[in-house]
């Protein structure tokens, strides 16, 4: 099982086409851990993983108009958010 990667804190969009989840995956090899942020269209089953999870991002809610991706930034520093939209 620790071998499995990990779904985490899935958030359906406001308007209930997609769902914004964190995907943990660990490297074994490596010793560490890594987690990700990940959108799934519930129409399609397409899913991807969101470009702004190369900035740190790792959690994230949905905006009520325009349905973007509101993500913070975890670490010591301040927190930023972003708006990332749903599309690329």
């Not at 943990?24 to 993983?49: G, Q």
């Amino acid at each position: 099982m620790a071998s499995l990667d990990r779904i985490d804190d899935p958030r359906v969009s406001p308007d209930g086409h997609h769902v914004l989840y964190a995907l943990r995956t660990v490297d074994f090899a490596a010793n560490k851990a890594s987690k990700s942020l990940w959108i799934v269209d519930l129409k399609t089953h397409a899913s991807r993983r969101l470009k702004i999870s190369d900035g740190g991002a790792t959690s994230g809610r949905g905006a009520r108009t325009l349905s973007p991706a509101l993500s913070e930034a975890s670490g010591p520093a301040s927190q930023p958010v972003w708006a990332v939209p749903v599309a690329d």
